[in-house]
């Protein structure tokens, strides 16, 4: 299993974890429910410790319930707030499981902190619980699985042997005499039972063994809670333990088998190197962790508390994302959105060790929809066969109608891959769809970087998610709700002109003249071949300009959800004037989206961004409905390819 390759959200500290990047960690953290962070500058358990609490692992916040494993495996605490790693044999493949799975109240939130790297293997796995549950309701086998799991619940029976056992050394767990603190069995009964939290039932099993039982929903708050899968079957060694369901019965070979796909088919994680932390949320991510040679040594962090529905305890709901006014600072210009090249993002990245293998990028690609891959090996240019086995050859090139049906001229670096766009570099260029201005878009996007960019310069390439999006307008309440439901009932329109070449004013303008657009000279056959263009206007018109000059107006309506995923809707930087060909973005009915709005929309294409800087050779593959994509501003030369495949038709 080490052999095999897989992408992880990470987050790039640059070597140091100052306040800016601390509260990026937890921003994703909230944000993504999971993140790798690299390159931190922590360099031992002195450092680590110094970070807990800007990260929400303070005194205040830690969980510090739990821990089954004996003394005599290894010493538990290691310093305030952090604890060793269970030991399990190195050889093992640690199936996923939530942290403290065996009691009604369990850690919200988990760090883990890398003091030595393994040689070799060792990486800890994120699984999404919705992506295990998805991958499981695939079949009916899996479905049924799922009921089964609903109306059962999960159970958890754990045995604590007599220190006095032959076979108590080869056992992992904490014998009864230490677990409850005494060498009196009828009091050590009687303080398992007072337990409730821990355990349902106690009672005396084989050979002295004081046996515990606890049930729990196998759902909590609508986040999927990781059955166990048993290793081996009970016996002293583990402590007679049993993973059965809520009633009772063991989960058979083919449900086991089941569980097994799904879990290898949602792993997510990178190689740990000396100072990572790996972060997650308990509720929304179980863990595993794959064998590993070598010097392996990992700290833990809990916090918070998240318990079983069945104590009635409610979740504590995440903050209202506060909005911050744009639209109505200052006019014009209407927006103003100040570059920060220094902060840092999360995203999904793929390292690719030097050896692209197309397989798997296109794997992770199609698993999560956008996917930043480093360390290529790709030189200065991006050979057609690697194109192709990425799936954007030309027999899967998007069919738009070529380089004269886009808004804009963009140069071709070779056969399939053309420069982006070329406006200003002092822009912030929004989140949107790629040719969002049509009735036929591309399916997925591929940005090449030849050489790289300075951190200090911007340029970063951002995704941003439509389901996060959603997410955030919704969790602004009734506002939110509306300006989506006004979305999904009336669509998005796009409005927009192309001048006359002839146009004094024409060389400030970022579009194409309506010459060049619709290859001729003559305007009847250009309102002619426009109104021809089914597929990109709705309809068109003339605009009079001074000196005898004309702009060809074009309108197009198109949905705001595609298969029940927000589309991005555009937003003007400035108002309609003629350097920007009079271009207006309402919504279908026309009507324009208020200042309230915009700052809606603006803070959630701020709060969604995921990115890295470039490298030379990196690749940036994006689904083009489940994300939109936008640029940050830059500063001195940025060379971008990029090429489109598949169609999605609107």
């Given at each position: 299993m080490r052999s095999e390759h897989f992408s992880a959200r990470t987050l790039d500290a640059g070597g140091t974890l100052d306040a800016p990047r601390l509260e990026a960690v937890r921003e994703a953290l909230e944000t993504f429910g999971a993140v790798h962070v690299q390159h931190t500058g922590l360099a031992g358990l002195a450092d680590v410790t110094q970070v807990l609490e800007p990260l929400g692992f303070g005194e205040g916040a830690r969980f510090s319930l739990g821990g089954r494993t004996s003394a005599a495996w290894q010493e538990k605490w290691v310093a305030p707030g952090l604890r060793r790693m269970d030991h399990y044999p190195p050889s093992l493949y640690l199936l996923p499981n939530n942290e403290v799975q065996y009691r009604r109240c369990s850690p919200r939130w988990v760090l883990f902190a890398c003091l030595a790297a393994p040689g070799d293997g060792g990486r800890v796995f994120l699984h999404r619980a919705q992506a295990v549950e998805a991958e499981l309701a695939s079949s009916e086998p899996g479905r049924t699985l799922l009921e089964r799991l609903a109306r059962e619940g999960l159970c958890i029976e754990t045995g604590f042997l007599d220190r006095r056992h032959p076979l108590k050394a080869e056992n992992y767990f904490q014998s009864w005499q230490e677990r409850f603190e005494t060498d009196d069995a009828d009091e050590a009964l009687a303080r398992a039972r007072a337990q409730v939290d821990?355990?349902?039932?106690?009672?005396?099993?084989?050979?002295?063994?004081?046996?515990?039982?606890?049930?729990?929903?196998?759902?909590?708050?609508?986040?999927?809670?990781?059955?166990?899968?048993?290793?081996?079957?009970?016996?002293?060694?583990?402590?007679?333990?049993?993973?059965?369901?809520?009633?009772?019965?063991?989960?058979?070979?083919?449900?086991?088998?089941?569980?097994?796909?799904?879990?290898?088919?949602?792993?997510?994680?990178?190689?740990?190197?000396?100072?990572?932390?790996?972060?997650?949320?308990?509720?929304?991510?179980?863990?595993?962790?794959?064998?590993?040679?070598?010097?392996?040594?990992?700290?833990?962090?809990?916090?918070?508390?998240?318990?079983?529905?069945?104590?009635?305890?409610?979740?504590?709901?995440?903050?209202?994302?506060?909005?911050?006014?744009?639209?109505?600072?200052?006019?014009?210009?209407?927006?103003?959105?100040?570059?920060?090249?220094?902060?840092?993002?999360?995203?999904?990245?793929?390292?690719?060790?030097?050896?692209?293998?197309?397989?798997?990028?296109?794997?992770?690609?199609?698993?999560?929809?956008?996917?930043?891959?480093?360390?290529?090996?790709?030189?200065?240019?991006?050979?057609?066969?690697?194109?192709?086995?990425?799936?954007?050859?030309?027999?899967?090139?998007?069919?738009?109608?070529?380089?004269?049906?886009?808004?804009?001229?963009?140069?071709?670096?070779?056969?399939?891959?053309?420069?982006?766009?070329?406006?200003p570099a002092h822009l912030w260029l929004l989140p949107h769809n790629e040719v969002l201005y049509q009735r036929t878009m591309p399916a997925r996007l591929l940005f090449f970087s030849a050489s790289g960019g300075d951190v200090a310069r911007g340029g970063r390439t951002f995704v941003h998610a439509a389901e996060h999006l959603e997410a955030w307008l919704r969790a602004q309440g009734g506002r939110g709700d509306a300006l989506l439901e006004?979305?999904?009932?009336?669509?998005?329109?796009?409005?927009?002109?192309?001048?006359?070449?002839?146009?004094?004013?024409?060389?400030?303008?970022?579009?194409?003249?309506?010459?060049?657009?619709?290859?001729?000279?003559?305007?009847?056959?250009?309102?002619?071949?426009?109104?021809?263009?089914?597929?990109?206007?709705?309809?068109?018109?003339?605009?009079?300009?001074d000196g005898g000059c004309a702009t060809l107006m074009t309108r197009i309506c198109v949905p705001a959800f595609h298969q029940g995923r927000l589309l991005f809707p555009r937003i003007a930087l400035d108002a309609p004037a003629l350097r920007n060909g009079y271009r207006c973005y309402p919504r279908g009915d026309g009507s324009e989206f208020t200042d309230g709005e915009l700052d809606l929309l603006l803070n959630g294409f701020l709060a969604t961004r995921e990115g890295v800087h470039y490298g030379p050779g990196d690749l940036l593959l994006v689904d083009n409905v489940r994300y939109g994509h936008s640029r940050e501003a830059f500063e001195g030369p940025r060379t971008l390819g990029v090429a489109m495949a598949g169609a999605v038709h609107l």
């Open positions: 821990e355990y349902d039932a106690c009672w005396w099993g084989p050979e002295q063994t004081l046996m515990t039982r606890i049930t729990l929903s196998a759902w909590w708050h609508e986040h999927l809670r990781f059955p166990r899968i048993a290793l081996d079957g009970p016996a002293p060694r583990n402590g007679y333990r049993r993973f059965p369901l809520g009633h009772g019965e063991e989960l058979g070979a083919a449900d086991q088998e089941l569980l097994r796909a799904a879990y290898l088919a949602t792993r997510q994680g990178v190689a740990l190197q000396e100072g990572d932390l790996v972060l997650f949320d308990n509720l929304r991510f179980g863990h595993s962790r794959e064998s590993f040679s070598g010097p392996r040594e990992l700290v833990v962090g809990m916090a918070g508390a998240v318990w079983d529905p069945k104590c009635g305890v409610p979740l504590t709901p995440p903050p209202v994302p506060p909005v911050k006014p744009f639209a109505h600072e200052t006019k014009p210009p209407r927006f103003t959105v100040p570059p920060d090249f220094e902060a840092r993002f999360s995203a999904r990245t793929f390292d690719a060790k030097g050896t692209l293998d197309a397989d798997v990028v296109r794997r992770e690609f199609e698993r999560h929809g956008a996917l930043h891959v480093r360390h290529t090996g790709l030189p200065g240019e991006l050979p057609e066969d690697v194109l192709r086995d990425l799936g954007f050859g030309a027999d899967e090139a998007f069919p738009w109608g070529g380089l004269s049906s886009g808004r804009t001229t963009r140069a071709a670096l070779s056969r399939d891959l053309r420069a982006t766009d070329a406006y006004s979305l999904r009932r009336h669509g998005l329109r796009i409005e927009m002109g192309f001048l006359d070449e002839r146009h004094p004013e024409k060389a400030n303008n970022y579009f194409r003249s309506w010459q060049d657009r619709f290859a001729t000279d003559d305007r009847d056959e250009a309102e002619a071949r426009c109104r021809a263009s089914t597929l990109q206007f709705d309809t068109c018109w003339w605009r009079e300009e």
